[in-house]
């Protein structure tokens, strides 16, 4: 079953501008991770939230998660061609025995 | 820190033929997965290995896939007879201590059934 969503499906912007991404899920959960995947170096952990958190940045990386609408976004600013990959959300419910459910994920394309 | 390790990156195979794939956790890691991938969307998980036992083999289909944990360290995952549908990148992966972490993901199999 398909708990997180990403939205868009697909994202091109030029290098330099900012990228956003956001992610709707089904159920309550415990928390929400994001992920890159990209040829380069296979997939990799962004961030985890925590369903009492409600923002987490790490870098130029700026998560934030609303529970009450059950999404989260994932923001980038000053996209570099290195971001260019794809960002999935990952999320853990009680009613999934707390396996990680995953999107199909957002492609994003930083055009140089 | 050694990363997950996963072999053979690639393979081909025809249809009805056996496979596996093996994978090293990183060390210390108690939580294993096995996750196949189709192109275009998310990772699916097959099985989770708590150290050397089964935690959720749900999505695993049992008539032909098989997954072991031996020692609780490295893992092997065997297809057995392949179908078409089977091609995927399968990935696997290792968490310190299960689903509330973060999880750590190897360079995957490629597999492709012909």
């Known amino acids: 079953s398909q708990q997180g969503e990403e939205d868009p499906q697909a994202l091109s912007i030029q290098e330099g501008e900012n990228a956003t991404m956001n992610c709707s899920y089904k159920?309550?959960?415990?928390?929400l991770q994001w992920y890159r995947q990209n040829s380069g170096r296979g997939l990799v952990h962004l961030i985890l939230?925590?369903?009492n958190e409600r923002e987490k940045h790490s870098g130029r990386l700026r998560v934030t998660l609303d529970t009450s609408k059950k999404s989260s976004s994932l923001l980038i600013t000053a996209s570099r061609a290195a971001d260019t990959a794809s960002y999935f959300c990952?999320?853990?419910?009680?009613?999934?025995?707390?396996?990680?459910?995953w999107g199909a994920g957002t492609k994003l394309i930083i055009k140089p | 820190e050694a990363g997950v390790a996963q072999s053979p990156r690639y393979k081909i195979i025809e249809k009805r033929q056996s496979v596996a794939f093996w994978c090293n956790p990183i060390?210390?890691?108690?939580?294993l997965y096995w996750y196949q991938q189709i192109l275009g969307q998310g990772p699916k998980l097959l099985i989770q290995?708590?150290?050397?036992?089964?935690?959720?083999d749900s999505q695993l289909p049992k008539d032909r896939f098989s997954a072991e944990r031996l020692k609780g360290v490295d893992s092997t995952l065997k297809i057995q007879p392949a179908k078409l549908e089977d091609s995927a990148v399968y990935l696997c992966?290792?968490?310190?201590?299960?689903?509330?972490?973060?999880?750590?993901f190897g360079p995957g199999t490629r597999l492709t059934v012909t």
């Open positions: 992966a290792s968490s310190l201590r299960g689903n509330h972490y973060e999880q750590y």
């Open positions: 060390s210390g890691h108690a939580t």
């Open positions: 290995f708590q150290n050397n036992g089964v935690v959720d």
């Open positions: 159920t309550s959960i415990n928390n």
């Open positions: 939230i925590r369903s």
């Open positions: 990952a999320t853990d419910a009680w009613d999934s025995n707390y396996q990680l459910i």
